[in-house]
């Protein structure tokens, strides 16, 4: 391989493990307790997905859908909702 090649992937390459490397320690642990997982949903600013005994939770931001026995409900900074 050409030396300029050989540069042309450590460019693309080095910064995509760089970010990888840097993301993995903010990730919730596999087997996670319920108070890690609550804690992860309250201070996590990306999108995801929780689970536990009582609901799912969709949480980006400070934008939440949850699901529950009970029903399905919205929380963002402005709305509170539940349908039953």
Avoid: H
């Avoid at 804690?39 to 949850?66: A, H, R």
């Amino acid at each position: 391989m050409s030396l300029s090649k050989i540069y042309l992937l450590l460019v693309i390459f080095i910064p995509q493990f760089l970010f990888a490397i840097a993301d993995s320690g903010e990730r919730l642990p596999e087997n996670a307790t319920p108070v890690q997982a609550q804690k992860y949903i309250d201070t996590s600013e990306d999108c995801m997905i929780v689970q536990n005994k009582k609901q799912i939770v969709l949480k980006c931001g400070d934008n939440m859908i949850f699901v529950t026995s009970d029903g399905v409900g919205i929380k963002t900074p402005s709305t509170s909702k539940f349908w039953r």
